[in-house]
């Protein structure tokens, strides 16, 4: 079993920044990919970034140039640096641990960006 935590979110004005945490625990294996997803009153959950073992990402393109995901393996944490932040990226934020069949997620962080 694998249990995810995120932390970090709250609310902000337009134009600031915050960074989330997701603490993984359980049975953590250091090839899982991880990863953010996001989801705003009335839309549907949508990826917002991804991050390998190795250190490769993939930013969606909503946020791209705004947002930066990084991991520390040792302490198996997977983290979001959002900047700039906008209005539309008010949404609840999820954190993703990739295993077969359906992957396993955190309980989710409230971000809320006012303008």
């Known amino acids: 079993q694998v249990q995810l935590v995120e932390s970090g979110g709250g609310s902000v004005q337009a134009g600031g920044s915050l960074k989330l945490s997701c603490a993984a625990s359980g049975s953590i294996f250091s090839t899982d990919r991880m990863g953010w997803y996001r989801q705003a009153p009335g839309k549907q959950r949508e990826l917002v970034a991804t991050?390998?073992?190795?250190?490769?990402?993939s930013v969606a393109d909503s946020v791209k140039g705004r947002c930066t995901i990084s991991r520390d393996n040792a302490k198996n944490t997977v983290y979001l640096q959002m900047n700039s932040l906008k209005p539309e990226d008010t949404a609840v934020y999820y954190c993703?641990?990739?295993?077969?069949?359906?992957?396993?997620w955190g309980q989710g962080t409230q971000v809320t960006v006012s303008s």
């Open positions: 993703k641990l990739w295993r077969a069949p359906y992957g396993y």
């Open positions: 991050i390998t073992s190795g250190g490769s990402t």
